[in-house]
């Protein structure tokens, strides 16, 4: 075989055996690397409906459970929770279906985006919303996407809860929270995973949120954990993205950090072509090392990258790798995650 078959099929998962993770300690197990399907509908320019839906189901071919959507990903309309659903149906008991709850899509956007609503009322309703748009009778993990500083999180955590009594729901996550709203949420009703944005590109949550999941045993998943792609081959500067494409705007592909954060990525590639892995692979890869609590969810609309993404929990990197990784990036990527106004604060 030559060294590109082997490459070839690496990529479409051939030797891969994707292992599965415990994401917190109520029982939620998932392969190690699930997928975010958010950019199959937004963010990233025109979302790709058939693309997504050939991605959700070869990713299950290759022993990806966790899907991750929300609300938030069909803009009021349904429509990734739709695809997921559809994508999913002749496998559905098989898999992990996150979605979350915690904007008020009926308000128009402004600068800060969708308005925040956890009130109990508003979470049933988007809860029944979301069971229907799936086409499916429970929801595996049901995230707060925002802290709503308006609504008390034991309120929020408590009606989670009952969702969960009521068989509608089976585990309690939380996105962007910080410490103190994780301690206290989990005081009422058990957390099973907390999503927040990190990857060698962004890593904020180690000083003082990794430390706190540890503790109280709760799951990690790491979203955007591709640096919503510049992590990849496929990087190019913010003016040539189309202006529905987030990086347009993104900080980090703004001129002066982009040439920073791509002279990073030269070296990561060339700490990557050492291995015999792709980049994307190397950024997996290091995410899946950092804990055996740690199920990224990278977001693709294409079966190939999807692969590509899948093979990196085959990786290992040596001490000696890691190490490199860090001295590459000590702090992590030059420029913002999110404009001040859509910061969420923890
Ligand atoms: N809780 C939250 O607030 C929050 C916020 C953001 C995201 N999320 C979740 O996290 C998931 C992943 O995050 P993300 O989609 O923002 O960013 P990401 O996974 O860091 O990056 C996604 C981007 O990378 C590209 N890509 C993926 N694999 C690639 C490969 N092998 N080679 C080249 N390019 C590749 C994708 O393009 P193609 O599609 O063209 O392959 C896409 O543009 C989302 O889908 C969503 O479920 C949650």
Not at 51 to 80: H, Q
Not at 221 to 241: I, Q
Not at 284 to 295: F, K, N, R, Y
Request: glycine share 10%.
């Amino acid at each position: 075989m030559t060294q590109q078959d082997a490459q070839q099929d690496k990529y479409q998962g051939k030797d891969n055996k994707l292992p599965t993770r415990a994401l917190g300690a109520q029982g939620l197990t998932a392969g190690a690397i699930g997928l975010g399907t958010m950019g199959m509908t937004m963010a990233y320019g025109a979302g790709d409906e058939p693309g997504g839906i050939a991605t959700i189901r070869r990713a299950y071919e290759l022993g990806v459970t966790l899907f991750d959507t929300a609300e938030l990903y069909g803009m009021g309309t349904g429509s990734n929770e739709q695809l997921l659903g559809r994508a999913v149906r002749d496998f559905r008991d098989d898999v992990v279906i996150a979605t979350k709850f915690g904007f008020d899509m009926s308000a128009p956007q402004n600068a800060e985006g969708y308005a925040l609503n956890s009130r109990p009322e508003h979470i049933r309703e988007v809860t029944e919303n979301s069971l229907r748009h799936l086409g499916t009778d429970r929801i595996d993990v049901l995230y707060q996407h925002r802290v709503d500083p308006d609504v008390p999180i034991e309120d929020v955590a408590g009606t989670v809860g009952e969702l969960i009594a009521e068989g509608k729901v089976r585990y309690l996550g939380l996105s962007e929270a910080g410490p103190d709203i994780i301690r206290r949420a989990h005081a009422v009703h058990p957390v099973s995973v907390l999503q927040t944005e990190y990857s060698v590109f962004e890593r904020a949550v180690e000083a003082h949120v990794l430390p706190v999941v540890r503790e109280l045993g709760i799951g990690f998943v790491p979203y955007s954990p591709l640096g919503r792609g510049f992590l990849t081959s496929a990087v190019k500067p913010a003016a040539e993205y189309p202006a529905d494409d987030m990086r347009s705007w993104d900080d980090r592909w703004q001129p002066g950090n982009y040439e920073q954060n791509l002279a990073a990525i030269r070296e990561l590639t060339a700490l990557a072509a050492a291995k015999d892995i792709s980049v994307t692979q190397l950024a997996l890869a290091w995410l899946l090392a950092q804990g055996d609590d740690i199920v990224p969810i990278p977001g693709t609309r294409s079966p190939d990258r999807l692969a590509e993404n899948v093979a990196a929990a085959a990786v290992t990197l040596t001490p000696q790798d890691l190490a490199r990784v860090q001295e590459i990036l000590p702090k992590g990527a030059a420029g913002s995650r999110y404009p001040e106004a859509i910061m969420p604060s923890w």
